[in-house]
């Protein structure tokens, strides 16, 4: 794991960032290509990066950027991981990435995921055919990631219900 000062977010992984999402909410489109398939998921992204690891790397990221976007100043945490536990495990150590709202993408800019701490803990995950055809093959397949997260909402997902439906709807479930 290594951490990103705000300056080298800025130079070097915002204009990709910039490149894969819009800078909305989950509930306002989120990823700048609405051709893209997106899907949620219950609880922050590190409890998901494993059916992350496989399609990420199958587009070329050996490695991906977690970003905080909480607040006046987003970015001033951010971190390039390697897919690996130890880096997930270190980065909840070493930053507030794992408590906060984060956002998390490839030098690929072919998928991204917003990982929701402030919105009850989900993480909603988008990218290219390509890459959501290997991450849907990894997570056991749409049917059984929205089967899981209604599991999740009926139970832990305290949102107000109109909230809830334009975030369902913003990934066509």
Known sequence: MHLLS???FKYH??????QVFTGLGVADG??????????????????????LT???????????????????SPHEESALINWEWDDIRQLGGKTLLTVCDAALFGASARWGALSMRSEDDYTCIGGDEV???EFLAAAGGEQRLKKRFAEFAKDEWFLAEERKRRILKAVGW
């Not at 992984?13 to 910039?18: C, D, H």
């Not at 997106?38 to 409890?47: E, F, H, I, S």
């Not at 496989?54 to 006046?72: K, N, R, S, Y």
């Open 30 to 51: 989120c990823f700048r290509h609405s051709s893209w398939t997106a899907v949620l998921m219950p609880r922050p992204v590190g409890v998901t990066y494993r059916a």
């Open 13 to 18: 992984w915002q204009p990709i960032y910039e």
């Open 131 to 133: 890459f959501m055809a």
């Open 54 to 72: 496989l399609p990420a790397t199958l587009v070329g990221d050996a490695q991906c950027v977690v970003t905080d976007i909480e607040g006046t």
């Open 6 to 8: 705000p300056e080298d």
